[in-house]
Nanobody, 127 residues
Framework: DVQLQASGGGLVQAGGSLRLSCAASGFPFDDHTISWFRQDPGKERELVSCINTRDGRAIYADSVKGRFTISSDNARGTVYLQMNSLNAEDMAIYYC????????????????????RGKGTQVTVSS
């Protein structure tokens, strides 16, 4: 089956760190762009970051620049999101999604543009 599985969420204190994983299966991983999105109940889903697994080019939302790092381990078919200096505004369900894109410039593809979308993992930040 073609799927992406997000994991690694949990409860962390403000200022702490978490590393999320997005494991791919059933499709050629190294020609895809993998993106992370998040959604807090009652709010719209927002883009966090994306990475082109072929050349490693990464893009970040302004709200996470300097705190989050996205990386890809193509041998394992897994994309990671290292999240540091977490705060209450980072609390959400985090989803990963994948797709093949010819080019998207300096913005990540939108959620609906990805043809593979995984279930989320909850990140809770306590003050």
């Amino acid at each position: 089956d073609v799927q992406l599985q997000a994991s690694g969420g949990g409860l962390v204190q403000a200022g702490g760190s978490l590393r999320l994983s997005c494991a791919a299966s059933g499709f050629p991983f190294d020609d895809h762009t993998i993106s992370w999105f998040r959604q807090d109940p009652g709010k719209e889903r927002e883009l966090v970051s994306c990475i082109n697994t072929r050349d490693g080019r990464a893009i970040y939302a302004d709200s996470v620049k300097g705190r989050f790092t996205i990386s890809s381990d193509n041998a394992r078919g897994t994309v990671y999101l290292q999240m540091n200096s977490l705060n209450a505004e980072d609390m959400a369900i985090y989803y990963c999604a994948g797709g093949v894109f010819q080019g998207y410039g300096n913005r990540c593809p939108q959620w609906y543009e990805h043809d593979i979308r995984g279930k989320g993992t909850q990140v809770t930040v306590s003050s």
